[in-house]
């Protein structure tokens, strides 16, 4: 079975269990007598277990947070990949890193957050956002906490806006001294990769991403 692509017709917060979609297309109801028809739903970095389909009304009808993912809310437009258990990969455990220890990547696939609001709050979890925001997103992200060693955080700009993220005390390491603000230069494409090393958020990558002490732009 192939992974199928539609969209969520409406906002959900992190504890609906039934919602629209634009598509049912590859989404099936599963037969535990045979074990067929098992479909997971992929929204931004949840895993879904599909209970239930409504071909007519485009509801379905799931289970929240499984594969070891954490349920969330997700805004309408959001992206949904529907699929049988074996294309998705084999789901790992997110693994820290520091200076001593080796970042492990598995198969499982890692969708896009989609960022909407004026002031997205980052919480410094580990994940991959895209700003699809109309004007400037002012985003915050806090000081990385021990909890928050080896987290990496990707954020990519899908508008032509100065975005901005802003940290909770000077903890960006780029350049000599630490700096606070992050500022997207306008346009599509251009974005940051960091990762919690020590109480600093390391610059890993990024392209089109200045600080506001030094002006200097993140290399690609």
């Given at each position: 079975m192939a992974i199928n692509n539609t969209t969520i017709t409406g906002a959900i917060s992190a504890t609906v269990t039934?919602?629209?979609?634009?598509?049912?297309?590859?989404?099936?109801?599963?037969?535990?007598?045979?074990?067929?028809?098992?479909?997971?739903?992929?929204?931004?970095?949840?895993?879904?277990?599909?209970?239930?389909?409504?071909?007519?009304?485009?509801?379905?009808?799931v289970v929240r947070g499984v594969l070891g993912s954490i349920a969330a809310a997700h805004t309408s437009?959001?992206?949904?990949?529907?699929?049988?258990?074996?294309?998705?990969g084999t789901p790992t455990e997110v693994v820290g890193i520091s200076l001593t220890t080796q970042e492990v990547?598995?198969?499982m696939k890692s969708n896009a957050?989609?960022?909407?609001?004026?002031?997205?709050?980052?919480?410094?979890a580990p994940g991959i956002f895209v700003?699809?925001?109309a004007g400037v997103d002012a985003m915050t992200i806090p000081t990385?906490?021990?909890?928050?060693?080896?987290?990496?955080?990707?954020?990519?700009?899908?508008?032509?806006?100065?975005?901005?993220?802003?940290?909770?005390?000077?903890?960006?390491?780029t350049g000599i001294a630490l700096k606070t603000i992050l500022t997207f230069t306008a346009?599509?494409?251009?974005?940051?990769r960091l990762r919690a090393c020590n109480g600093t958020w390391q610059?890993?990558?990024?392209?089109?991403?200045?600080?506001?002490?030094n002006g200097g732009v993140v290399p690609s």
């Amino acid at each position: 079975m192939a992974i199928n692509n539609t969209t969520i017709t409406g906002a959900i917060s992190a504890t609906v269990t039934q919602f629209a979609v634009a598509s049912t297309t590859g989404i099936t109801a599963p037969n535990f007598q045979t074990g067929s028809g098992i479909t997971y739903l992929l929204v931004d970095q949840e895993y879904m277990q599909v209970s239930a389909v409504n071909t007519t009304t485009l509801v379905v009808q799931v289970v929240r947070g499984v594969l070891g993912s954490i349920a969330a809310a997700h805004t309408s437009g959001s992206l949904v990949q529907a699929g049988a258990p074996g294309d998705f990969g084999t789901p790992t455990e997110v693994v820290g890193i520091s200076l001593t220890t080796q970042e492990v990547v598995g198969s499982m696939k890692s969708n896009a957050v989609f960022l909407t609001g004026s002031a997205d709050a980052l919480t410094g979890a580990p994940g991959i956002f895209v700003v699809k925001t109309a004007g400037v997103d002012a985003m915050t992200i806090p000081t990385p906490t021990a909890t928050m060693e080896g987290n990496i955080v990707e954020v990519w700009s899908d508008t032509t806006n100065a975005h901005t993220i802003t940290a909770a005390s000077a903890c960006v390491a780029t350049g000599i001294a630490l700096k606070t603000i992050l500022t997207f230069t306008a346009f599509r494409g251009c974005g940051v990769r960091l990762r919690a090393c020590n109480g600093t958020w390391q610059l890993i990558g990024g392209s089109g991403v200045a600080t506001a002490a030094n002006g200097g732009v993140v290399p690609s």
